[in-house]
């Protein structure tokens, strides 16, 4: 039997006809990785947010002084590389935190020597836009911004109150509240149409003192509890159509990073092969892919889950789609773009701490795989949930056919197997 695999842009296909022999060839698409470097006389940067379609990054980098180190948010594109935004007025250090969809708005903070003489430091967050610079947005800590930019979240105090939750806009800043029993709340992101946030509230709901929240206009803040035994849970970051959230969930055995939808739920995204805990920091547009990181082996490694092959290491994954990731060691995968196709984080590059953006294809898409044997052709792809449909064509362009057998579930796969007689022809998976 020749098995022959063929790609076009919405399927895989895959042609078989009787013969002799074995010959596989399968399309993949390269991804890559690039290092972002460094501010001029920086030794370190870390990448914290990326713009909806990938093309800008933002974070801070780390500049070494005669006394101690200093931190300054950048942003940077391929074409322009990293470019440094500089500090609120007597400023020490900034760090930015998040881009709006265009990336034309930053958001992040800025530390203030005050008093006289100058000795304590103070907080304010920035609003950064190419046309107006660096402004102050407010006493507090800002780490999200809707897609346009016009709303800021994060959180401040109020009336010299515990730190809580809040939302900026051009007519000043409101806060969010906090869970029952709680005195301090924060919010970690929010969605592109700035009507649904998410963060983490202390309260007595958990035994940990700790309980996940999603915020909207119409519920307030609503806590998410968190798996059978768990202890509390945290909400770092929430998909730009506002419909998934995710975060950490912890114990009772392990942490794990979990994945919250209102149709299914909190759903735990599981542990490396390796084991140890997981945390999600971030979602693609439609929730579909999250990225973060494990503790294994390693003291970090960065990976990504999505609703058709579960959790991978993402540095695997990018050398098994032919990165060269050479003299790197991927720890943390910090944000993706909405589209799906960038994850920006942070790494050791031959033993300096980068920053770093992966571009990758697309994740959701699964894979046939063919074996021969059982009287007939076995043909495989994974992920557990049905939402694909194998097809069979005689011929590459069609007219495609559904196969009427029912796929199989087997772990985290699933497989038709095919009698020999019915094998010649074309295959590809619609989803």
Same mark, same amino acid.
């Given at each position: 039997?020749t $098995?022959?695999?063929?790609?076009n842009?919405?399927?895989l296909?895959? &042609?078989?006809?009787v013969g002799? /022999?074995?010959l596989?060839?399968?399309w993949a698409q390269?991804?890559?990785?690039?290092?972002?470097?460094?501010?001029?006389? /920086?030794?370190?940067?870390w990448?914290?947010?990326v713009?909806?379609?990938?093309?800008?990054v933002?974070g801070?980098?780390?500049? =070494?002084?005669?006394t101690?180190?200093v931190?300054?948010?950048?942003?940077?594109?391929?074409?322009? &590389?990293m470019e440094?935004?500089?500090m609120?007025p007597?400023?020490?250090d900034?760090?930015?935190k998040a !881009?709006?969809s265009?990336?034309?708005?930053?958001? /992040?903070f800025?530390?203030i020597?005050?008093?006289d003489?100058?000795?304590?430091?103070?907080w304010y967050g920035?609003?950064?836009?190419?046309a107006?610079?660096?402004?102050p947005?407010d006493?507090?800590?800002p780490?999200?911004?809707?897609?346009d930019?016009s709303?800021?979240?994060g959180?401040?105090?109020?009336?010299n109150?515990?730190?809580q939750a809040c939302?900026w806009t051009a007519?000043?800043?409101?806060?969010?509240g906090v869970l029952?029993?709680?005195v301090s709340?924060?919010?970690m992101g929010?969605?592109?149409?700035?009507?649904?946030?998410?963060?983490?509230?202390?309260t007595? @709901? *958990?035994?940990?003192g700790?309980?996940a929240?999603?915020w909207t =206009?119409a *519920?307030?803040?609503?806590?998410?509890?968190g798996?059978?035994?768990?202890s509390?849970?945290e909400?770092n970051?929430?998909?730009?159509d /506002?419909?998934?959230?995710?975060?950490v969930?912890a114990g #009772?055995d392990v942490s794990?990073?979990f994945?919250?939808t209102?149709?299914?739920?909190?759903t735990g995204l599981?542990?490396?092969p390796?084991?140890?805990?997981t945390?999600?920091?971030?979602?693609?547009?439609?929730g579909? $892919?999250?990225?973060?990181f494990a503790?294994?082996?390693?003291?970090?490694e960065?990976?990504?889950?999505?609703?058709?092959?579960g959790?991978?290491n993402?540095?695997? @994954?990018?050398?098994?789609?032919?990165?060269?990731?050479?003299g790197?060691?991927?720890?943390?995968?910090?944000?993706?773009?909405?589209?799906g196709h960038?994850?920006?984080?942070s790494?050791?590059?031959?033993g300096? +701490?980068?920053?770093?953006?992966?571009?990758?294809?697309d994740l959701?898409r #699964?894979?046939?795989? !063919?074996?021969?044997?059982?009287?007939?052709l076995?043909?495989?792809? #994974?992920?557990?949930?049905?939402v694909?449909q194998l097809q069979?064509?005689p011929? #590459?362009s069609g =007219?495609?056919?559904?196969?009427?057998? =029912?796929?199989v579930?087997?772990?985290?796969?699933?497989?038709?197997i095919l009698?020999?007689?019915? +094998?010649?022809g074309?295959?590809h998976?619609l989803?």
């Amino acid at each position: 039997m020749t $098995i022959t695999f063929h790609n076009n842009m919405n399927s895989l296909q895959y &042609g078989a006809a009787v013969g002799v /022999g074995l010959l596989v060839t399968a399309w993949a698409q390269a991804a890559s990785l690039t290092g972002l470097g460094f501010l001029p006389g /920086g030794d370190a940067s870390w990448a914290r947010a990326v713009s909806a379609d990938g093309s800008v990054v933002v974070g801070e980098s780390e500049i =070494p002084t005669s006394t101690n180190a200093v931190m300054q948010a950048f942003r940077w594109t391929e074409g322009g &590389g990293m470019e440094g935004l500089g500090m609120l007025p007597g400023g020490k250090d900034s760090g930015a935190k998040a !881009v709006s969809s265009d990336g034309g708005t930053v958001v /992040g903070f800025s530390s203030i020597l005050a008093g006289d003489p100058p000795a304590l430091t103070e907080w304010y967050g920035f609003r950064w836009t190419q046309a107006g610079g660096m402004s102050p947005v407010d006493f507090g800590f800002p780490r999200g911004v809707s897609g346009d930019g016009s709303v800021v979240v994060g959180d401040r105090s109020f009336t010299n109150e515990p730190s809580q939750a809040c939302r900026w806009t051009a007519d000043g800043a409101i806060g969010l509240g906090v869970l029952h029993g709680g005195v301090s709340s924060s919010a970690m992101g929010v969605s592109h149409d700035s009507l649904s946030v998410v963060g983490t509230s202390f309260t007595d @709901l *958990t035994p940990g003192g700790e309980q996940a929240f999603l915020w909207t =206009p119409a *519920t307030g803040m609503v806590g998410l509890a968190g798996l059978p035994g768990s202890s509390f849970t945290e909400g770092n970051g929430i998909s730009a159509d /506002g419909t998934t959230v995710v975060g950490v969930c912890a114990g #009772p055995d392990v942490s794990q990073g979990f994945r919250w939808t209102a149709k299914e739920g909190m759903t735990g995204l599981g542990t490396l092969p390796d084991g140890g805990n997981t945390a999600a920091l971030a979602a693609s547009g439609d929730g579909r $892919i999250v990225v973060g990181f494990a503790n294994t082996r390693l003291p970090a490694e960065a990976i990504v889950w999505d609703i058709t092959h579960g959790i991978r290491n993402l540095q695997r @994954l990018l050398i098994e789609q032919h990165a060269d990731l050479t003299g790197w060691q991927l720890d943390t995968a910090l944000a993706i773009s909405s589209d799906g196709h960038t994850i920006v984080g942070s790494g050791y590059h031959n033993g300096t +701490t980068e920053a770093w953006v992966a571009r990758v294809g697309d994740l959701t898409r #699964p894979e046939l795989s !063919v074996a021969i044997g059982g009287g007939g052709l076995k043909l495989s792809w #994974p992920g557990t949930a049905i939402v694909c449909q194998l097809q069979s064509s005689p011929t #590459p362009s069609g =007219p495609w056919t559904n196969v009427s057998i =029912p796929p199989v579930v087997a772990g985290n796969s699933q497989s038709v197997i095919l009698p020999a007689a019915d +094998t010649a022809g074309f295959f590809h998976l619609l989803f």
